[in-house]
């Protein structure tokens, strides 16, 4: 298809009211989050979103690279323009988490279980579709999604936000990653033991539940209102953590978001301290996650 068709596939399928109606398209990018920077500055409306098919300078959390191979994946950057303090900002990617995972259990291939080969680890239920705090999808314990939120600020106020997604949909082997993350990192083909999934449905249904979350959010100023259905896609949930804090790490076990987006962590004293996104890193006791 063409890149005017691939856009029009992703349009048609919308039911938002303004998230991705204004979209851009591109064969191949340096980055999308790049790319909506400068519509950003060029005036472009909240929800523009920027979606390639495939990146050449594409970024992860803590100025890693993201693996951005053409034809495969999604690679695409939200922007937001919220009238909320700077210091709410990172609730942010705790939301296009749950949009993503959301309309990753809500997807067809989600829902058939018996497809997968259990035999290789692969899941393939939507009980196996979980959200590492804060910003990665897993699906049976491999990372899948990664979020960056990205903020630009005027003074101490918001001029915007990009939030930026790449999903590993279509690799149909582990052996497409590279070596050194091949046992923390999958694809949704993989792990749901399906044929090729739908890129631009998937899209349009994360821009669904993106715009119904986003919404709510900026009326409730806080994220009391998804924090039950958070815990219940939050993985480790119950279970040992180390958190990987500057001022020094610790352990102990995951007792859920709070309101603010924090991950709470009860330590061996009874003590529960709020972790805060973009501060620190959380790794299970054991493992990745």
């Known amino acids: 298809m063409s890149q005017d068709d691939i856009k029009n596939d992703i349009m048609n399928r919308l039911r938002t009211d303004y998230m991705a109606r204004s979209l ?9 989050n790049l790319r909506i920077r400068q519509l950003a500055e ?9 979606v390639a098919d495939m990146q050449t300078a ?3 959390r803590r ?3 993201w693996i951005s191979p053409s034809g495969m994946n999604i690679y695409m950057s939200l922007l937001l323009k919220p009238a909320i303090p700077a210091s709410d900002a990172s609730m942010i990617t705790l939301i296009a988490a749950m949009a993503v995972a959301g309309a990753v259990r809500d997807f067809p291939e989600a829902s ?3 497809m997968a080969d259990t035999s290789t680890g692969v899941s393939g239920t939507p009980a196996d579709i979980k959200i590492k705090w804060p910003n990665d999808i897993v699906v049976g314990g491999r990372k899948v999604c990664g979020i ?4 630009d600020l005027d003074g101490e106020a918001i001029r915007d ?6 999903i590993n949909v279509n690799q149909d082997s582990r052996e497409e990653f590279p070596e050194e993350i091949r046992e923390t ?3 949704l083909r993989i792990e749901l033991g399906t044929g090729e999934i739908d890129r631009g449905a998937l899209i349009a249904r994360i821009m669904d539940l993106f715009e119904k979350e986003y919404d709510e959010f900026i009326k409730c100023g806080d994220l009391s209102f998804m924090k039950e259905r958070y815990d219940d896609m939050l993985a480790g949930l119950g279970g040992q953590v180390r958190v990987l804090d500057p001022k020094g790490e610790y352990t102990g076990m995951s007792r859920g978001m709070d309101e603010r987006g924090r991950l709470l962590v009860e330590t061996d004293d009874k003590t529960v301290r709020p972790v805060y996104a973009g501060e620190v890193s959380v790794r299970g006791l054991y493992g990745y996650v």
Not at 42 to 50: D, I, N, S, V, Y
Not at 148 to 151: D, F, H, I, P, W
Not at 161 to 166: F, P, S, T
């Open 161 to 166: 936000v990009i939030v930026g997604i790449g």
């Open 58 to 60: 594409g970024k992860g």
């Open 148 to 151: 960056l939120t990205e903020m």
């Open 63 to 65: 100025g890693r690279g």
């Open 42 to 50: 060029e005036g472009a409306p909240e929800g523009t979103l920027a």
């Open 185 to 187: 990192a999958s694809s």
């Open 24 to 32: 851009y398209y591109y064969d191949k990018t340096d980055s999308t």
């Open 112 to 114: 058939t279980g018996g």
